[in-house]
């Protein structure tokens, strides 16, 4: 090939690698496999490499170019890179507005428009393309001044290093300037960040702790080459220059134009109805997303009526940041108090001063066990960092001695039950303490509990349950079958009408399976996983209560331990006359239907996200008829993840590994329904 040739080549090959990349990270909708435009960028270095005279700096395989950097120069930005002040609440939204309707004239304050966008839980970056080619990226800094980051940045296929000039709509093609700045976001893909992960974990180093914080410390390598590994991306969400936009949703359509990723998530709002219908939109999508995000932006649209509101302090007047809930926040450790569960186990409780989490009012989380008491160093008194991620319990991750007083106490573990007083172990080799009392009030109170949940007894919560036992009408599980109206309609927070209505819904689960029925019973290592083995293994209540620990050892999943635990149980002679009563009390088990052999046996199902057609419950309880499996997490052993509405990084693990995803249809249609 001649060398006028190769550079016709090279000159079409860099246009369509820019096109193709146009279409990837802003349209996202590439036309063809990555594998064929990573052939395609092969074939332009391969050129290159045999013309190096052609090689221009803006070329798609110049990302990534020269030594190590001795370190980062400063640059001044020419204008500030302000950050944002914060609201929590629509209170708060609703009092940012009524102050900027203030500062404007009336007939603007009247019909203010916001966007909203997502805010990206990134690294704030300003790219400055000088006659349409990339010449400096520079970090937010102090917002005067930042690092250059250029070579680092050059590495993001995101980010483009010449602008498509000639793709901007018409009315903006009037008045190009020749200095052009972006700003935006650098951010880590989730999928990235567990793939790295998981990769650190394959050669025996440790984890990187958030895409966050990995991302920001790779713009800060100098080392381009491996920055480039990184696998970053960009989003841009502000226009510096003035191409005559009037509103900051022009000014994002201007940059995805231009070839720069915006993030697709925004909405103009009129109200602030519409803000909060947005706003919980976002919440909901969240989990859902390939990265992470921990709030909302909201700018004044009309660019006009946001510089007149101006700069108070390092904000701007016409934006803010409606953050989400944090899922940690620090607060005072004011006690430390023992829960003695239904196996016995102590439960160390941190009473705190309560607090807001993940939009909730927190004042308990746990501490675990003692040697979690003790890694933490936690003391009464302490002030302390809790976490709270959905619906799982809440539970103190660290403590900040230098905020203590002198004044703080440690806990000291009990040498006796808090309930009983009865004698408290602690096995070798385990972390747990126990009450020895088989028949502790504490732990009696939440097998109570654990009972009527397994049962299914509709209407009678803890609460109920509480009255129930300290007005004398239970003493154990049968007792709740022989409760009448006349029992309860006299009692506290009983009226003739709910007295009826739980007497009814107890009556009506007195039939039960086996598998339910021996988890109902609470016993000690036993879920409802392995009650649904033995179950199916033995059949009837009487084969179970005369198999041995040998018979036990057979059934797969069943260890020594389990076996161990089955065994004592049933041997006990004040769990036989349990079982006894509650047959005495009308109690019937079902023989444990064995499933047939169907397309889901041996297959292991994930549930992600909400169903609409079947609860969670139900799904899972027909995959099990079935003869599958259900698993919490998914692994390459995975058969299939079910994905609702809302899924998470279930989703995103399953694509991850190859795993087959099925819509709730595909599901429904897999079990006959």
Known sequence: ???????????????????????????????????????????????????????????????????????????????????????????????????????????????????????????????????????????????????????????????????????????????????????????????????????????????????????????????????????????AYDLISDFGQNTHEEAHLIAKALGVPINPNYKVCSSISQVMEYYSHIQKLRPRLPYWIDGMVLNVNSLAAFKQLGVVGKAPRGATAFKFSAEEATTVLENIQLQVGRTGVLTPVAVLKPVLVAGTTVSRATLHNEDRINDLGVKIGDTVVIRKAGDIIPEVVKVLPKLRTGKEKAFHWPKVCPVCESPVVRKTGEAAHVCTNTVCPGRTREGFYHFAAAFDLEGVGPKIIDVLLEQGLVHQFGDFFRVTTADLDQLPRFGELSAKNIVESIQAHTRISLSHFLFALGIPQVGAETARDVAREFRTIDKVQKASREDFLTIPNIGPKVADSLVSFFADKHHQKVIIDLLKAGVKIDKEEVPVATGLCGKTFVLT???????????????????????????????????????????????????????????LKMIGR
Do not use: C
Request: aromatic share 6%; charged share 30%.
């Open 1 to 235: 090939m001649t060398k006028a040739q190769a550079e016709q080549r090279i000159k079409k090959l860099r246009a369509e690698v820019d096109r193709y990349r146009y279409q990837y990270h802003v349209l996202n909708n590439l036309e063809i496999s990555e594998a064929a435009l990573d052939s395609l960028k092969h074939e332009l270095d391969q050129l290159e490499q045999e013309f190096p005279e052609l090689i221009t700096a803006d070329s798609p395989t110049q990302r990534v170019a020269g030594k190590p950097l001795p370190g980062f120069r400063k640059v001044a930005h020419q204008t500030p890179l302000l950050s944002l002040n914060d609201v929590f609440s629509e209170q708060e939204l609703q009092a940012w507005v009524e102050r900027i309707k203030k500062l404007l004239p009336e007939s603007e304050g009247r019909v203010l428009e916001f966007m909203a966008e997502v805010k990206m839980d990134g690294l704030a970056v300003s790219l400055v393309y000088e006659e349409g080619r990339l010449v400096t990226a520079a970090t937010r800094g102090n917002g005067a001044v930042g690092e250059d980051v250029t070579a680092n940045v050059r590495t993001i296929e995101a980010v483009p290093l010449r602008l498509e000039l000639e793709r901007l709509p018409v009315k903006f093609r009037k008045n190009i300037p020749r200095r052009i700045e972006i700003r935006g976001e650098v951010f880590m893909p989730l999928a990235q960040f567990e793939k790295l992960n998981t990769a650190q974990v394959k050669q025996g180093l440790s984890t990187f702790a958030n895409p966050r914080n990995f991302a920001a410390g790779s713009i800060r390598q100098l080392d381009p080459r491996l920055v480039a590994k990184r696998g970053l991306s960009f989003f």
């Open 609 to 667: 996200g909400t169903l609409e057609q079947l609860s969670r419950e139900e799904a899972k309880e027909t995959i099990l008829q079935l003869g599958g499996t259900v698993s919490g997490s998914v692994s390459a052993r995975t058969s299939y993840v079910v994905v609702g509405e809302e899924a998470g990084s279930k989703e995103r693990k399953a694509k991850q590994l190859g795993v087959a995803l099925l819509t709730e249809q595909e599901f």
